[in-house]
């Protein structure tokens, strides 16, 4: 397993256009009007255990759920995401109503530690009695890395008390002792916050209670199943008819086939490669990389986007890839870079981080709207014009995952060993990283993702040995490299998608290297019908889409790409502070000389069109319309 760590994002600071600016409308615009539609939702008041408790604002369905029973995992990760804000800079306003939310939470604990607001208001007695669909642990996981970012980021250590409180009630209640519980959580993530909680404190317990969800899970007898009998229910009656549903059909160790809810496996999956990790564990690593396997192979969108279906939030069948109901929901691609981001620091494989970058660019960053307070929940590769972003939702996890993302994405850019420096993305960056040799001040000058000319320069303390490994995309064909002008030969010193460059480095070291950004046409497996006999078109990591607004004259669904068009790269200033679109010769079906019928024994006419195609990221912000990532090939 490698030796590469993620150097912190507070210690990368963004300088490039393109990510400065998603950073500072997350800052200024999102962060904060997050904190006022949890204050309109009843959300913050739902923390001061109000007595009577109000009326349901989201009734209960039609299996007894009703999504006011996650709302503390929305708090948490607000105070994360606002916590990563404070890192940047600090905000007395913003200190002050995380302040007041941690008074709220101290109120409301109970004496023996518990601390989850619905069933402390609504049901105190059932706790921990359905752990099978009513997030208890999945919120506290959520608090408890808020709870972590806000004690980094301030020193301030009130709410981790608090939440440490909580993490040794759960210890007490689950485990394999007498009378304990032998249960988890139906949504993971309590295991991703306690191994952070144990990198934190150093304290093993954390990482031995981490190590127990995800060892007894899927074990048998069922716990879901004994849990439900005690509940008086029959477990054949589960309302998600399997437990595929929730990653617990199995040992994690024998599964081998990507199921269930995508935002839960996708969690699951990341803490299972944190334990592979921390407990040189290669059987977790080998179920990770099997699984990797599969979704990569039959289950992944283009965008990244992850889970064709709406009905179980996530996978179906292999090669079941719809375009226009694709669910693809925005917390799912967050927590595949989650993902791809500890599979990189597993083995330093540039296949891990091509994944992470097109998750990102695509389907991740299109979840927040370019004003910063609008989102999408599910990311469709096709639309009729109905689509379009919310200003909140009835569940809104995807909300404050987008801003949680934007606001450390930094801590994705640049990993370190004690003698290596690894770049995974690029985008114009700073940073001072510690090696054995001393330290070292890297600064990357690109205008990536529109340009792949990247400049870095490097000022070791002194002259230093140690070598920079840069990622070379899987998309980047014939790339090329120099230092201080001198030619590096990119294939032979390049391994597993990096380029290595290990010398005696001086201050003011110069590193040239040229991505090669051509649109390219992309196609899909057959298997894929949705997409048979249709082009997608990309350039470098970002994905294109054609949007109406750019396409005028009906539907973007009646254009058609001849094969032999030529793609032509047009930079756009007048575009969202300067994109790059990409456009080409094409015709357009029409449809005005139907004379009323719906059928008739001549093919429609067509005309010459010329097609724009634009970020797919960017579409749906500036009004509704028609949308297509794939479009006919003639």
């Avoid at 490698?2 to 256009?17: A, T, W, Y």
């Avoid at 007595?51 to 990760?77: A, C, E, M, Y």
């Avoid at 792949?452 to 230093?464: L, N, Q, R």
Wanted: with cysteine.
């Amino acid at each position: 397993m490698s030796k590469f760590l993620p150097v912190r994002f507070v210690d990368v600071h963004l300088e490039g256009q393109f990510w400065r600016e998603r950073l500072e409308t997350v800052l200024t615009r999102t962060i904060p009007s997050q904190h006022v539609q949890l204050g309109a939702h009843g959300i913050l008041e739902s923390l001061t255990l109000p007595n009577p408790p109000p009326p349901l604002r989201f009734p209960r369905n039609d299996h007894d759920f009703t999504v006011q029973v996650f709302w503390d995992s929305d708090v948490g990760k607000w105070i994360e995401a606002a916590s990563y804000a404070l890192s940047h800079r600090r905000d007395p306003d913003i200190e002050a109503k995380i302040e007041k939310i941690i008074d709220d939470l101290e109120k409301a604990q109970a004496p023996d530690g518990y601390l989850n607001c619905w069933y402390l208001q609504r049901e105190p007695e059932n706790r921990w009695t359905n752990m099978r669909d009513n997030h208890e642990l999945y919120n506290l996981g959520h608090l408890i890395e808020g709870g972590i970012a806000y004690f980094l980021a301030t020193g301030r250590r009130r709410l981790l008390d608090i939440l440490e409180r909580y993490v040794d009630h759960v210890r007490a209640t689950f485990g394999t002792g007498p009378g304990q519980k032998r249960g988890y959580c139906g949504h993971q993530e309590i295991e991703l916050a306690l191994i952070r909680l144990y990198r934190l404190t150093g304290d093993r317990k954390q990482l031995d209670l981490a190590t127990y969800f995800i060892n007894e899970r899927g074990r048998q007898p069922h716990y879901f199943d004994q849990e439900a009998i005690a509940r008086g229910e029959d477990p054949k009656k589960f309302w998600a008819k399997s437990y595929e549903y929730n990653q617990s059909h199995k040992p994690v160790r024998e599964q081998d086939k990507v199921v269930g809810h995508a935002v839960r496996a996708m969690y699951m999956y990341s803490a299972m490669a944190d334990l592979a990790a921390e407990l040189k564990d290669d059987s977790l690593k080998h179920a990770c990389e099997v699984l990797w396997k599969d979704v990569m192979s039959s289950k992944i969108y283009i965008t990244s986007g992850l889970g064709p279906a709406a009905a179980n939030e996530g996978f179906t069948e292999d090669y079941d890839l719809p375009n226009e109901t694709a669910y693809a929901e925005t917390c799912a691609s967050v927590a595949l870079i989650f993902w791809a981001q500890r599979m990189l620091h597993l083995d330093l494989d540039g296949k891990y981080a091509d994944v992470l970058e097109q998750a990102l660019f695509n389907n991740a960053l299109g979840g927040l709207s370019r004003d910063g307070e609008h989102y999408f929940y599910s990311n469709p590769l096709d639309s009729d014009g109905r689509h379009s972003r919310w200003l909140w939702h009835t569940c809104p996890c995807c909300t404050m995952n987008a801003s949680r993302l934007v606001a450390s994405v930094g801590g994705y850019f640049v990993s370190a060993s004690e003698d290596a420096v690894a770049f995974h993305l690029y985008g114009g960056i700073s940073t001072e990283v510690a090696l054995k040799s001393g330290k070292v001040l890297l600064t990357e000058v690109s205008s990536y993702p529109w340009s792949g000319d990247i400049c870095i320069e490097v000022y070791p303390e002194a002259s230093a040995e140690f070598a920079l490994k840069l990622r070379i995309p899987g998309w980047a064909r014939g790339a090329k490299a120099s230092v201080n002008g001198e030619a590096v030969a990119v294939e032979p010193n390049s391994v597993n998608g990096y380029l290595t460059i290990a010398r005696r480095w001086q201050r003011g070291d110069t590193v040239q290297l040229e991505l090669p950004m051509p649109p390219e046409r992309m196609y899909a497996h057959p298997s894929v019908r949705a997409d048979l006999g249709r082009v997608a078109l990309k350039r470098g990591p970002l994905l294109y889409c054609v949007e109406e607004t750019d396409n005028p004259g009906g539907p973007v669904q009646r254009l058609k790409l001849p094969r032999q068009s030529d793609i032509r790269v047009e930079q756009r200033n007048d575009l969202f502070d300067g994109v790059v679109t990409l456009t080409a010769e094409a015709s357009r079906i029409r449809g005005d000389d139907w004379k009323g019928k719906l059928y008739r024994d001549e093919p429609p006419a067509e005309e010459p069109a010329k097609l724009t195609a634009l970020p797919y990221y960017l579409w749906n912000n500036r009004g509704q319309g028609s949308m297509a990532v794939w479009v006919v090939e003639k």
